[in-house]
């Protein structure tokens, strides 16, 4: 059997310190920092338009997600999930106090304390999943 030397704390460190500090951080400068301290350099983020590799096309792609809803703010729901070298993490993106405009789920691997692969699954139920999906507006 393999064991994990990856510690919970960390991975449930780098599930918040992701959605927070990558994904809601609107100054760019700051957000390109923290993905050189929480991603590996080969990291792959799958979303919903394809596989982005590594820290510049991850940057980008945070970038310009947070261009488009810059008031929406991230809230985790719950407490991170940790198995092995792996975690999970359910959200919600909406303006500050109101109801979520759009929800998921975040799924890491880590390896030596970074990022090396994130996972988001939008939620069916909501605009922003029809939107990357394809599907019409209802």
Known sequence: MIQSNESAERIRELL???????????????????????????GVLYAPPGAIIGHDAIDKFAGDLRATHPHYVYTAYGNPQVLHNAGRLSWGSGPRGEPPKYTGWDVITVR????????????ETSEEFRQASGEPAR
């Open 16 to 42: 918040d310190r992701n959605l927070q500090e990558v994904f809601g951080e609107g100054d760019n400068d700051r957000r390109r920092a923290t993905i050189g301290e929480l991603w590996a350099w080969d």
């Open 112 to 123: 030596d304390g970074k990022i090396t692969a994130l996972y988001v699954f939008l939620d």
